[in-house]
């Protein structure tokens, strides 16, 4: 059985705190009675014992655990060599299939992308465009410049995308084909991804 406190160590301010709570709401337990003596008629009958009322003890501050890590957001791997960046660079690559996501909410737009990456996967394809829009002039003059939420949130699509081991890259696409409006997603080849 555990002790409630070991040899030589002494209960800390909090811990006698605790406890004195803890006794102020026990009840003890009643000893038996010897049967009560007979009590002429006339007496009125005794009375039950009320319960002590139980003090409600005020809860006790407790740590919370730790919360759990998230998980690190996996990026797609960044298979390109020199030649692939140098070539996007001067957007002398044609992309093989585009999807364009003006006009979306955020869930249609998330939908069209999932599914317009199965297609270009199944297709073959190895550079897909990937047109965001802009992002909004800021109003005020000298203010933060504004993301688009969509492009603000395709970063994490294509993180978490299902189809993720398929994607080699995602570069910022050349002015002839959006600029800041755009994303090339390269795929590796011969993949394929259910």
């Known amino acids: 059985m555990r002790k409630a406190a070991m040899p030589g160590r002494r209960l800390g301010a909090e811990e006698r705190a605790l406890w004195a709570r803890v006794i102020e709401s026990v009840n003890p337990i009643a000893p038996a009675r010897a049967a009560p003596a007979e009590t002429p008629a006339s007496a009125p009958p005794?009375?039950?014992?009320?319960?002590?009322?139980?003090?409600?003890?005020a809860p006790v501050a407790v740590k919370p655990p730790p919360l759990a890590k998230t998980p690190p957001r996996p990026e797609p791997s960044n298979t390109l060599d020199g030649s692939w960046d140098r070539r996007l660079g001067k957007g002398v690559v044609s992309p093989d299939f585009a999807?364009?996501?003006?006009?979306?909410?955020?869930?249609?737009?998330?939908?069209?992308?999932?599914?317009?990456?199965?297609?270009?996967?199944?297709?073959?394809?190895?550079?897909?465009?990937?047109?965001?829009?802009?992002?909004?002039?800021?109003?005020?003059?000298?203010?933060?410049p504004?993301?688009?939420?969509?492009?603000?949130?395709?970063?994490?699509?294509?993180?978490?995308?299902?189809?993720?081991?398929?994607i080699a890259a995602v570069r910022n696409a050349h002015p002839r084909h959006g600029g800041a409006g755009a994303l090339y997603i390269i795929l590796k080849r011969g993949r394929t991804v259910s």
């Open 46 to 57: 005794p009375k039950p014992a009320l319960p002590k009322s139980r003090v409600r003890a």
């Open 99 to 144: 999807v364009d996501l003006h006009g979306h909410t955020l869930e249609s737009a998330h939908r069209l992308l999932d599914a317009s990456l199965e297609r270009a996967i199944a297709d073959g394809a190895r550079v897909v465009l990937l047109i965001t829009g802009k992002a909004p002039k800021s109003q005020s003059l000298g203010g933060p």
């Open 146 to 166: 504004k993301r688009g939420l969509i492009r603000a949130a395709v970063g994490d699509w294509i993180a978490y995308s299902r189809h993720g081991s398929a």
